[in-house]
């Protein structure tokens, strides 16, 4: 017992990140039950729309007054803000489409190479099959044509070869 409280009373020295990530961990998990409160993200600042009418419109004209000047600053600085919100934000929206546009292409690149690689497999895996049948056939037709001449063997090892490239071509065309 006396152990578990010196460890509790020692104070906790955080040195990197990871120790302060498993220790907000720690006090999460002793008490499951209590809800845990997640943070939303910023909001996204959105700016008036500019003024339709402006009630003030000053020129360069002498009589205008001194004050008159700050106004028109300020006019201008708030203009040029939400120009230049109005450019960030369509530059954003502009590299989150390239990203999203970018992802789908890495999905589709992916989807094809997995579908090749997929017909690979299913022609291997016939061509085991076929072989695996042809010597079933030559066996038996061995022992029933063994007194036929070489010269069938030859033409019929040439028609196997035909039929083979043709239930290939088959599957090619399937896929």
Same mark, same amino acid.
């Given at each position: 017992?006396?152990?578990?409280?010196?460890?509790?009373?020692?104070? =906790?020295?955080?040195?990197?990140?990871?120790?302060?990530?498993?220790?907000?961990?720690?006090?999460?998990? *002793?008490? /499951?039950?209590?809800? =845990? #409160? #997640?943070?939303? $993200?910023?909001?996204?600042?959105?700016?008036? /729309?500019?003024?339709?009418? =402006? !009630?003030? =419109?000053?020129?360069?004209?002498?009589? @205008?007054?001194? $004050?008159?000047?700050?106004?028109? !600053?300020?006019?201008?600085?708030?203009?040029?803000?939400?120009?230049?919100?109005?450019?960030?934000?369509?530059?954003?929206?502009?590299? %989150?489409?390239?990203?999203?546009? *970018?992802? %789908?292409?890495? *999905?589709?690149?992916?989807?094809?190479?997995?579908?090749?690689? !997929?017909?690979? !497999?299913?022609?291997?895996?016939?061509? @085991?099959?076929?072989?695996?049948?042809? /010597?079933? *056939?030559?066996?038996?037709?061995?022992?029933?044509?063994?007194?036929q001449s070489d010269t069938n063997d030859d033409d019929d090892s040439d028609k196997d070869e035909a039929t083979e490239c043709d239930n290939s071509k088959k599957a090619d065309n399937n896929l």
């Amino acid at each position: 017992m006396s152990d578990k409280e010196s460890e509790e009373k020692k104070p =906790v020295v955080i040195k990197n990140a990871t120790d302060l990530q498993r220790l907000k961990l720690e006090k999460l998990m *002793k008490n /499951p039950d209590k809800p =845990v #409160i #997640i943070p939303e $993200g910023p909001k996204t600042k959105s700016l008036a /729309p500019p003024p339709d009418f =402006v !009630r003030n =419109v000053m020129g360069s004209s002498a009589g @205008a007054g001194s $004050g008159e000047f700050h106004v028109y !600053r300020h006019l201008r600085r708030k203009e040029y803000a939400r120009q230049k919100f109005i450019q960030e934000k369509s530059e954003k929206e502009k590299l %989150e489409e390239e990203y999203h546009r *970018k992802i %789908e292409e890495n *999905k589709k690149n992916a989807e094809e190479k997995t579908a090749k690689k !997929r017909a690979k !497999r299913l022609k291997k895996k016939q061509k @085991a099959k076929m072989k695996e049948k042809r /010597p079933k *056939k030559d066996n038996t037709s061995d022992n029933q044509k063994s007194s036929q001449s070489d010269t069938n063997d030859d033409d019929d090892s040439d028609k196997d070869e035909a039929t083979e490239c043709d239930n290939s071509k088959k599957a090619d065309n399937n896929l």
